[in-house]
Structures are given as structure tokens and as C-alpha cells.
DNA sequence: TACTTAGTGGGCTCAAATCCCACGACTCGA
DNA sequence: TCGAGTCGTGGGATTTGAGCCCACTAAGTA
């Protein structure tokens, strides 16, 4: 990975009637370094991800390249239903998205419900280090309220 | 830290209509000896604390610089949730803002609501030493009467 | 009193965010 | 096969808000 920095900061943007949402260009900038193609990943029920194609793939083939292997070797004989449940995640979990001009990308279908936010609704667009989340605003103020305490101790833990 | 002086004082002010909020003189020009870019943390509802950037980059750089150094050498694959976590809450908790002519600044959208004054209302500006305090009135009062007890018995552990 | 300085209000401008419309591809049913 | 409706895409128009600047006022000072 680039040495890059950090990506941070918080916006609220709307969803327009069809579905389109554009990013601000301060997350936009490091995003895209070198494409304006992204991978849109489902996090959580409320939160979507965008992150840099070229990064994402490094991380998800290391993973992957692993349980191949791991199959391959025969290590996984019982796991099937583990293995395909993975398969299944890999296919529904993410999805190529593109930034238009003024930096706007369309949420495909699958992805608004599992954001749950409806066309002309608000979202919240977080920095979130290594990517740009979305959130839906209800659950970004029970995240935040969960795990605002635990912010010195993160620190602390990923630090040393 | 420089050896500077504490900042210290205790000041009323009115929040804009437009939501500008002017810094007392004895507290802006020690809080921006270097420079007009300033950081403004989210303390707790009601309260917002506002850092000189080089002060507060020390506190906080030591920390993130860690995190990206081992992000950078392949050393927090597994945790990616957790290095996410932590670039959000970085994203929530400060932003930075500049003092413009008359030491006013912009207190931004996101910051409005924590601090829970709306425009054309009363804060208190106060002096912590190290940083410079936002306070929502009530919210001041009530800290207040709960601290002031503790107050003979913290300078004596602080100074012993 | 005249002058200086700090705090506040408000006008102007520019850029960004949002709104809105138009076009073309595609689907579906008659 | 054709027309109507839907959806993705592009781009112009409008609005909003942040930054800049100036004017007014009140308080402190010579």
C-alpha cells in the first residue's frame, strides 16, 4: 500500500432521486489515486464501504489466495457448507462502482436496501482511515455511541 | 510543549447567526502562536475544545503515525476492522478549523449539534491550560458544580 | 472629548452541493 | 413490433454556505 495518509473526515450528503451520491472531494481525491474505479462493499445493515480498487483486491486476494490453498491441501474437507457460505459472501458481498463526473456514483440495486436509505434520503460519508464509509444516520449515532468510549484504548492497542 | 504559559480565562460570548463564534484575545494569541490553524475536538455534549494543530499533532501523530507505520509494513492484515474503527472515530471526534480576521471561526455542521447551541446563542470560552473549551452554558454549570469539590485536592496531586 | 481596540452584524462573491430536465437504453405488455 | 414506463447517465440551472471585507457600536484610554 502507498504510504498514503490517512483518509478523514466526516459530510453529510443526500441521495439523489435515483440513487446517486457524490462524494466529497476530499475523501474522493485519496480514494481514487490512481482510477476512478472503486469497490462498493456492504459492511453492516446501515453502512456501506467504498474502497480503492487496487487496494481492495490486494487484500481480498491474500485472503482468498489462503483458503484455495487451504482447500487445495485438502485442510478444509469438512468446512464445506463454511467454504461456500464464503463464495456466497465473495459474490453478494461487493460490487465495482465508478465516480462520474462531479464525483458522483450510483448505488446499485441490493446496496439501497442494505444501506435502508431511500431515494432523496441523507447519509453520512466517513473517513474511515483506509476507505470511505456511508452510513445511514441512525446507525452511525448508535455506532458512534458504542464505540466513542473505546476510542483512547483502540489507540492504544493498534499502536503497540 | 513550548513552556508556555497556561491558558487561562473565562469568557462569554454569543454565537453567530451564522454560526461564527469570535475567540477572546487572550485566548487566541497563545493558542495560535504559530499559526491560524487550529484543531476542534468533540470533548462531550456541550463542550468542544479547540488546540493549537502543532500541540495537538504532537499528542496525537505519535500514536496514528505507529498505526500507519505497521499498516505499511503488511503488519495489521487481520485487523482491518479495527484500523477502520479508528479512522472513523478520528473523522468524528476533530476537524481542523482556521481563525479568520477578528479571531473569529466557523464552528462546522456536525460540531453544531454536539455542542447543542443554535445560532444567535450564548457559549462560554474557557481557558484549560493546554487548550481552549466551548461550553454550552448549562452544560458548564452542571460540570461545574460537580468538579468544584475536587478542585483543592487536584492541584495538590497534580503539583506533588 | 477624541481616539483606539475588540466584538458583532451584515453585504458581496465564489464555489460547491443540490435540483431538475433531457436523452438513450432497456423491459414489459398489448 | 410498437409504445409506455423505468432506469442510468450527463449536464445545465439554482441555491446554499463559507470566506472576505467593511461598517457600526461599546468600552477602555490618553
Not at 466529497?24 to 485519496?30: H, S
Not at 465473495?90 to 440495486?109: C, D
Not at 436509505?117 to 441523507?122: D, K, S
Amino acid at each position: 500500500m502507498a504510504s498514503a495518509d490517512f483518509i478523514l473526515g466526516e459530510f453529510n450528503r443526500k441521495i439523489d432521486e435515483r440513487f446517486r451520491l457524490s462524494i466529497p472531494t476530499e475523501l474522493a481525491e485519496p480514494l481514487c489515486e490512481n482510477s476512478t474505479d472503486l469497490i462498493l462493499v456492504k459492511e453492516r445493515p446501515g453502512c456501506l464501504s467504498l474502497w480503492n480498487s487496487t487496494h481492495w483486491k490486494a487484500k481480498l486476494d491474500a485472503g482468498v489466495n489462503l483458503v484455495k490453498a487451504k482447500i487445495n491441501a485438502g485442510r478444509l474437507e469438512g468446512r464445506t457448507a463454511d467454504v461456500q457460505m464464503l463464495g456466497r459472501l465473495l459474490s453478494t458481498r461487493h460490487r465495482n462502482v465508478q465516480l462520474a463526473a462531479k464525483q458522483r456514483m450510483l448505488i446499485p440495486e441490493g446496496f439501497r436496501e442494505f444501506l435502508g436509505v431511500e431515494a432523496g434520503g441523507e447519509v453520512l460519508i466517513v473517513g474511515a482511515a483506509i476507505c470511505v464509509e456511508i452510513w445511514r444516520t441512525d446507525a452511525w449515532l448508535a455506532n458512534l455511541e458504542q464505540q466513542m468510549p473505546e476510542f483512547g484504548g483502540l489507540l492504544d492497542t493498534l499502536s503497540s
